[in-house]
């Protein structure tokens, strides 16, 4: 198939760029998805003019090309409620200010619009922060108008985003992910009609974070079809441990104590084989884009093993039916 596999770079952002691309050329890669927080930054792009031709010039020496960015740091503090852990997320001036955050986040989420523009990509993927994820075990008691009433924020904070990406003709693939408004079938839904099925909206599939919390991924992409804007090949492993539950126990990723953790693609349960067949049936053409979480494996074997494991599983669509030779008697 000629789907690009690519690389999300943002889990290698301690790796100088024109490095990465020589370590992902080697191995196979057809691009990167860059992250910018890592190996994009998003004033350079609009401010320095050398910048996006260098960005260009280094992944061509390579071979590669950006189908992609990923502004997943920036998104998450456009709808979060402030805590002190987005202080790493914002420029360090703005510690502990938490609307001078939103508000540096909300322009940058503007700016990366015009940004990837610049660069000829049409797809930014990323989180949109959610100012409800703390109520999500509705106790103490979550009424439905608080719960609605968090869409509405999110629709109001992301509504004048998506019109600056329309501007530039290009697409918001949200990542289903806890902690955002969207986390699981049923609150995608939501966020999806909130939005009257806006076009710039789409999703970023990852399946992993639909597994562990016990949603068929398959199912999930088959419905969601027409808003499938981009895919990230990342696996979970449920493990087997009467002992732990499936929300973490506080334990770090990793730790195999806990219930499941994210690993090399291959090595856990999401069905890749099953993600692939619904991919071709409805024509997605998109990158896959390997994103590489696994504490527990070296990381240059995973970026190796993962990207062969995706090139063989990336099949195209049979163009027969199996039993077409077949004749009636």
Excluded at 52 to 76: N, R, V
Excluded at 85 to 110: C, T, Y
Excluded at 194 to 209: E, K, Q, V, Y
Excluded at 259 to 280: A, M, P, Q, T, Y
Aim: overall charge negative.
């Amino acid at each position: 198939m000629n789907r690009p596999i690519t690389l999300a770079s943002g889990q290698f952002g301690d790796l100088p760029l024109e490095k990465l691309c020589r370590i992902s050329s080697d191995i196979g890669y057809d691009g990167l998805e860059l992250a910018t927080h890592a190996h994009f930054n998003v004033y350079s792009a609009l401010y320095k003019k050398e910048y996006i031709p260098f960005i260009k010039d280094t992944m061509e020496k390579y071979g590669l090309k950006c189908w992609t960015l990923s502004a997943h740091l920036t998104g998450q503090c456009v709808g979060d409620v402030w805590d002190p852990r987005l202080d790493a997320f914002a420029p360090s001036d703005l510690s502990g200010q938490p609307q001078k955050i939103r508000k540096w986040a909300i322009e940058e989420m503007k700016k990366t619009a015009e940004a990837a523009c610049l660069l000829g990509v049409n797809t930014i993927t990323g989180f949109t922060g959610s100012p409800i994820w703390a109520w999500w075990y509705s106790y103490p008691q979550t009424t439905p108008a608080m719960v609605e009433k968090g869409f509405q924020d999110i629709y109001d904070l992301w509504n004048p985003i998506l019109d600056v990406f329309d501007q530039y003709h290009i697409r918001f693939a949200l990542e289903i992910h806890p902690t955002e408004i969207a986390f699981d079938y049923y609150s995608t839904q939501r966020l999806l009609e909130i939005f009257d099925f806006r076009n710039t909206l789409g999703i970023n599939f990852d399946p992993s974070h639909l597994v562990w919390q016990g949603v068929n991924e398959l199912t999930f992409l088959r419905d969601f079809k027409d808003h499938i804007y981009h895919v990230h090949m990342k696996d979970v492993k449920i493990n087997k441990n009467e002992k732990a539950g499936i929300l973490g126990s506080h334990l770090p990723f990793g730790d195999t104590r806990r219930k499941w953790n994210f690993v090399s693609v291959g090595h856990g349960n999401v069905d890749f084989d099953g993600i692939i067949r619904e991919l071709n049936l409805i024509g997605y053409q998109g990158p896959l884009s390997i994103e590489w979480e696994d504490t527990g494996m070296d990381r240059l074997a995973g970026m190796k093993e993962s990207y062969q494991y995706v090139k063989k599983i990336n099949f195209s669509p049979s163009e027969t039916s199996f039993d077409s030779a077949l004749k009636h008697q």
